[in-house]
């Protein structure tokens, strides 16, 4: 079974940045999709971003483009995404998780980091 690792959430005032990780076997990184996901307080779980095994393919929600990069890095067997210009509405859980490709359903998830967006 995967084990995949989120890290770096935290609080951020609206219009500050943060990256968080993704660590997965390396396995994972190298032949799956990952994808983020987040689940702010009483709404559903939806996806954010996916990157594909290869990189050629990546996808953003709405919400997320022009202000979420995602990408990842073999050698350290992590997927990064990266969050500019951070909107309270952006606050919730993030989970990465990893899939076929990114048209796929979620197999595996980690456990999860909190993003806090407030002034």
């Known amino acids: 079974q995967a084990q995949l690792e989120e890290s770096g959430g935290g609080f951020v005032q609206p219009g500050g940045s943060l990256t968080l990780s993704c660590t997965a076997p390396e396995t994972v990184i190298d032949f799956y999709a990952v994808g983020w996901f987040r689940q702010a307080p009483g709404k559903e779980r939806e996806e954010v971003s996916c990157i594909s095994s290869s990189e050629e393919g990546t996808y953003y929600s709405d919400s997320a483009k022009g202000r979420f990069t995602i990408y990842k890095d073999n050698a350290r067997n992590t997927v990064y995404l990266r969050m500019n210009s951070l909107k309270p509405e952006d606050t919730g859980i993030y989970y990465c998780?990893?899939?076929?490709?990114?048209?796929?359903?979620?197999?595996?998830w980690g456990q999860g980091t909190q993003v806090s967006v407030s002034s």
């Open positions: 998780a990893s899939r076929v490709n990114c048209a796929t359903a979620p197999e595996y």
